[in-house]
């Protein structure tokens, strides 16, 4: 059984439990500001592959590589200085960057799915300290069974992966709530893999050029490893509802009430007073709190698609997209 140790009240102590295990090549469930991760030891094989163990991952994806800070990124990956800019203002925090490999870091390629290049991140809070008290890279994937919800709570990560896991360390419910938002720098143009929770007309406030959507505005974003069906309730999933049918869960957004709600299994709003951070903290907690009032099926109202409503978008997609 895994065990969860509340990791506030001795930060220290609970950062040495951790580093223990990871050393013996054993994955730890870790909070981050986006969602919580399953990490190992990105130099180390076996710890990797246990990884994709514990997640059930149909096939290798490549994994972000968590790293302290831009320092220790410029150890293992060739920054350009588009990128370098963008890291020095944006990290610690909800963006990776995809960058090449040096021949000389010891970044395993089981890590990166063969590829020559890394997604890497710097996160923020408990995790920073954790990898810099480390001094390696860690590889993280949200720590979730593979095309399910991602883990924003403690709690969220032992139900799912009990059974496997030895510890998960507690730092709260995630602040943000949904994955990093996923760069990469082509050519002097800044290409968007993934939407997360960095907003990217922050990162176009910043540099002053448009980020490149690679499917056009609103369509699911490709990276490798991007399944169309992803972060999957066991309920089904209506998009862009109108109204509830009896019995359906509804989550709604901006303290909208739909007609039918008053027989819905469960109501819940991403936010009630509209906000999109809001709405993205509460994102996956939500989907499974109507996964667990034994709704069939969950309706979701209409969500923004400006700023963070993008992921928030991209993420109800593939909740909705027909599974494998
Ligand atoms: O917020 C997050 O990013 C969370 C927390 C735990 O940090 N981590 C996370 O990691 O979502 P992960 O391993 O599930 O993200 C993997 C995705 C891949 O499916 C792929 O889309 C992209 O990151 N990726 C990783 N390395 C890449 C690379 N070298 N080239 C292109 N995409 C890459
Ligand atoms: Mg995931």
Same mark, same amino acid.
């Given at each position: 059984?895994?065990?969860?140790?509340?990791?506030?009240? !001795?930060?220290?102590?609970?950062?040495?439990?951790?580093?223990?295990?990871?050393?013996?090549?054993? =994955? +730890?469930?870790?909070? /981050?500001?986006? +969602?919580?991760?399953?990490?190992?030891?990105?130099?180390?094989?076996?710890?990797? *592959?246990?990884?994709?163990?514990?997640?059930?991952?149909?096939?290798?994806?490549?994994?972000?590589?968590?790293?302290?800070?831009?320092?220790?990124?410029?150890?293992?990956? &060739?920054?350009?200085?588009?990128?370098?800019?963008?890291?020095?203002?944006?990290? =610690?925090?909800?963006?990776?960057?995809?960058?090449?490999?040096?021949?000389?870091?010891? &970044?395993?390629? $089981?890590?990166?799915?063969?590829?020559?290049?890394?997604?890497?991140?710097?996160?923020?809070?408990?995790?920073?300290?954790?990898?810099?008290?480390?001094?390696?890279?860690?590889?993280?994937?949200?720590?979730? /069974?593979?095309?399910?919800?991602?883990?924003?709570?403690?709690?969220?990560?032992?139900?799912?992966?009990?059974?496997?896991?030895?510890?998960?360390? !507690?730092?709260?419910?995630?602040?943000?709530?949904?994955?990093? /938002?996923?760069?990469?720098?082509?050519?002097?143009? &800044?290409?968007?893999?993934?939407?997360?929770? $960095?907003?990217?007309? !922050?990162?176009?406030?910043?540099?002053? /050029?448009?980020?490149?959507?690679?499917?056009?505005?609103? *369509? *699911?974003?490709? #990276?490798?490893?991007?399944?169309?069906?992803?972060?999957?309730?066991?309920? @089904?999933?209506?998009?862009? *509802?109108?109204?509830?049918?009896?019995?359906?869960?509804?989550?709604?957004?901006?303290?909208?009430?739909?007609?039918?709600?008053?027989?819905?299994? &469960?109501? $819940?709003?991403?936010?009630?007073? @509209?906000?999109?951070?809001? #709405?993205? #903290?509460?994102?996956?907690?939500?989907?499974?709190?109507?996964?667990?009032?034994?709704?069939?099926?969950?309706?979701?109202? =209409?969500?923004?698609?400006?700023?963070?409503?993008?992921?928030?978008? !991209?993420?109800?997609?593939?909740?909705?997209?027909?599974?494998?």
């Amino acid at each position: 059984m895994t065990r969860i140790l509340e990791a506030r009240s !001795d930060e220290a102590m609970a950062i040495r439990e951790a580093i223990a295990l990871l050393a013996r090549g054993l =994955p +730890v469930a870790i909070p /981050t500001e986006t +969602v919580y991760g399953l990490a190992a030891d990105a130099t180390n094989p076996d710890a990797i *592959a246990r990884i994709y163990e514990m997640k059930g991952r149909p096939r290798f994806n490549p994994l972000i590589c968590h790293m302290a800070d831009l320092p220790m990124a410029e150890r293992h990956v &060739i920054f350009d200085p588009l990128s370098r800019r963008l890291a020095e203002v944006f990290w =610690p925090g909800p963006m990776t960057l995809v960058l090449p490999v040096r021949e000389t870091s010891p &970044i395993h390629p $089981l890590a990166r799915a063969g590829l020559d290049t890394v997604g890497v991140r710097v996160p923020s809070g408990m995790a920073g300290r954790l990898l810099a008290a480390l001094d390696r890279p860690l590889a993280a994937p949200s720590a979730n /069974t593979s095309g399910g919800i991602s883990p924003t709570t403690a709690a969220h990560v032992a139900a799912d992966l009990g059974k496997k896991l030895e510890l998960v360390l !507690d730092a709260g419910p995630a602040r943000i709530g949904l994955e990093s /938002t996923i760069l990469k720098v082509e050519n002097g143009a &800044i290409r968007l893999l993934r939407p997360g929770g $960095l907003d990217v007309a !922050d990162v176009e406030a910043l540099t002053g /050029t448009l980020v490149v959507r690679p499917h056009g505005a609103g *369509a *699911a974003i490709e #990276a490798p490893g991007m399944l169309a069906s992803h972060y999957a309730p066991a309920a @089904g999933v209506r998009l862009d *509802a109108t109204s509830v049918f009896p019995g359906e869960a509804l989550i709604r957004f901006g303290g909208r009430s739909l007609p039918g709600e008053e027989r819905a299994a &469960i109501v $819940l709003d991403l936010s009630p007073t @509209g906000d999109l951070r809001e #709405a993205a #903290a509460n994102l996956f907690g939500y989907m499974k709190e109507a996964d667990r009032s034994g709704a069939a099926s969950i309706a979701f109202a =209409p969500v923004p698609v400006h700023g963070l409503g993008e992921a928030i978008n !991209d993420r109800l997609r593939r909740a909705a997209a027909p599974r494998e």
